[in-house]
């Protein structure tokens, strides 16, 4: 299960806090490491004082929440966290919003573009605002058959398991393919999740003209956790979002976990 090492990606931000609140959500259920680091320039002595200042104020958030705190030189910030994390051993990467987003939605900025392309781990993003409610209270699969997802589905299982919450399996329906089909697929993927774990997995098809207004209509309560597999054009342990899964995270009210082809 992705939460054993957690790397945050800090910047001096709301985004930052966001992605900070989430990370330290993570590691408090499953009570794996948190390292927070903040990327900055190599040969840059400046931004490297300003890295020490960041990491001092995230440590000022977290309180007496146990972590380490790295400052690390990079051409890019999530070539940075990528690199570190592959170093240190991470197994999630956490990342908040850019500011100027609209409250409470997923944005994508460089960074986490970045990550969503190339990260050999799991990558979270937090939405913009985002405050912890202290556990998770479901875990929810974003499912197309395929491969990925069929993988998918048993490690969200096992997390879920793990964690004692539900588990739900989405489907969009955007009226654009065989509706009955997609419901077998969906009952398939049920089967499955109670084959691996005995976990019987809610089911859902959320129906609408486009991505947003299918998520629109699906009910996200406090604490819900939203799993998308990575494309199946993805490379072998990278992270990488077709089109519709990349409108599924930007739609989302709810911190977004991307999980690299052949996670396990």
């Known amino acids: 299960m992705i939460g054993e090492h ?12 966001d992605a900070l609140a989430l990370g330290a959500a ?7 490491e948190l390292t927070v680091a ?3 320039p190599q040969e840059s002595a400046g931004r490297a004082v300003e890295a020490q200042a960041n990491l001092a104020h995230a440590a000022e958030h977290l309180g007496e929440v146990p972590a380490q705190y790295l400052a690390f030189e990079s051409r890019g910030s999530g070539r940075g966290l990528s690199v570190l994390a592959s170093r240190i051993g991470a197994d999630l990467i956490v990342v908040g919003s850019p500011p100027g987003g609209p409250r ?14 190339l990260s050999p781990e799991a990558v979270m ?10 556990a998770p209270t479901r875990l929810t699969l974003a499912y197309v058959r395929r491969p990925q997802a069929d993988e998918a589905v048993e490690r969200v299982a096992q997390a879920a398991l793990r964690l004692g919450v539900p588990m739900r399996l989405i489907t969009l329906d955007l009226r ?3 509706s009955g089909r997609l419901r077998d697929d969906l009952a398939l993927a049920v089967r499955l999740a109670w084959e691996s774990t005995g976990i019987e997995a809610e089911a859902e098809t959320a129906e609408g003209h486009d991505v947003s207004a299918a998520l629109a209509g699906v009910e996200w ?17 990278r992270v990488f979002l077709g089109e519709v899964a990349m409108k599924v995270l ?4 709810c911190p977004v976990a991307v999980l690299p082809r052949g996670f396990s």
């Open 221 to 237: 309560p406090p604490g819900e956790l939203l799993v998308c597999a990575a494309s199946e054009d993805a490379q072998p342990h």
């Open 104 to 117: 409470g939605r997923i944005a994508i900025g460089s960074t986490a573009d970045h990550l969503l392309h």
């Open 6 to 17: 957690v790397v945050v990606g800090y910047t001096h931000d709301s985004g930052g806090r």
């Open 176 to 178: 654009t393919e065989d």
């Open 250 to 253: 930007r739609a989302s009210s």
């Open 125 to 134: 993003i937090a939405p913009l605002g985002y405050e912890p409610v202290g």
């Open 38 to 40: 903040t990327i900055h």
């Open 26 to 32: 993570i590691t408090g259920v499953t009570g794996g």
